[in-house]
């Protein structure tokens, strides 16, 4: 007698816990997605129309359903009543904006990998001209450890 209860299950039968799940890439593109802002008896704040303009040319928009677009736009009232000083919103602002991928830990938990553009390719802005520094600024910021 070979022990207790019902026999093991064959290999290929078997559920595996540590199974990894493959990562969704999406590569940057200059297409507009989603809606525009919806008029309003009170006018968006320019930041919130940045912002949701930021969130329609994101990769991640390529992804998102009607739905998420439904939600996103509750999240953009709640961004505005944010910019305008009500910064008690801050900490549900931030839980809302993770669920779309808005940092890079945010897309790893959410198995969602974004390509880099190519050099001067769609979605890449122009990197804006860095003013000249003064060597004397240079030498007050960057000192010599010894």
Do not use: C, Y
């Amino acid at each position: 007698m070979a022990g207790r209860g019902a026999p093991p299950k064959p290999d290929d039968e078997r559920a595996r816990r540590n199974a990894t799940v493959p990562m969704t890439a999406v590569e940057p593109d200059a297409e507009l997605r989603g809606p525009e802002l919806p008029e309003t008896a009170a006018d968006w704040p320019a930041r919130t129309r940045q912002w949701w303009d930021t969130w329609r040319k994101s990769p991640q928009a390529q992804t998102f359903t009607d739905t998420d677009w439904d939600f996103l736009l509750d999240t953009a009232m709640i961004h505005a009543a944010f910019v305008t000083g009500a910064v008690s919103l801050a900490g549900e602002l931030r839980l809302r904006v993770s669920k779309f991928g808005a940092t890079p830990e945010d897309r790893m938990r959410l198995r969602l990998s974004v390509k880099p553009a190519a050099a001067g390719g769609p979605g890449v802005a122009p990197a804006a001209p860095r003013a000249a520094e003064s060597p004397d600024r240079r030498e007050r910021l960057l000192k010599a450890v010894q």
